[in-house]
């Protein structure tokens, strides 16, 4: 092989393996299932959610705030589910991460749904 394939290949295979390493991608199907669970979630007791019947309005419309964040807000967004109290020390939000309430691995699915209900312009 020449060099320049070998150099070509090699940054062929940065740039697939990149984005996986950095950004950690839940799955959106679990994380909407989770989003509408009473007893995990409970997301929409506080938020309009997309599908979901008689939301609660004392947080804001998650599908609009989504509006606001792009791929590169990924780790705010995050952040949000993990633990609000980041941004609001008041927040009533539950801190889902440190009070055990979703794993890691949940929290990534439930920001893949969030970016999944981003209404695009
Ligand atoms: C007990 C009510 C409550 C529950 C339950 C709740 N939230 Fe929130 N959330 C809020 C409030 C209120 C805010 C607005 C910021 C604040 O006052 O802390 C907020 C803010 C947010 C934000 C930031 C919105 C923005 O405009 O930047 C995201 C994202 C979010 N919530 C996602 C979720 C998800 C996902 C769930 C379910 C896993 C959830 N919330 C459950 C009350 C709640």
Not at 3 to 16: D, E, H, P, R
Not at 35 to 41: D, I, P, Q, T, Y
Not at 92 to 111: R, S
Request: aromatic share 8%; with cysteine.
């Amino acid at each position: 092989m020449r060099t320049s394939n070998i150099v070509a290949l090699g940054f062929a295979l940065i740039l697939f393996s990149l984005p996986g390493a950095v950004l950690a991608k839940g799955n959106a199907e679990n994380g909407k299932k989770i989003v509408e669970s009473r007893s995990l979630g409970n997301c929409a007791a506080c938020h309009v959610v997309p599908g979901m019947e008689f939301p609660g309005d004392v947080g804001p419309d998650l599908a609009k705030s989504m509006e606001g964040y792009t791929e590169r807000d990924r780790d705010t967004v995050r952040q949000w589910v993990w633990d609000a109290r980041q941004f609001n020390p008041d927040t009533i939000m539950p801190p889902f991460g440190p009070n055990k309430l979703l794993t890691k691995e949940q929290v990534d699915d439930v920001v893949e749904y969030l970016f999944s209900i981003k209404k695009k312009n």
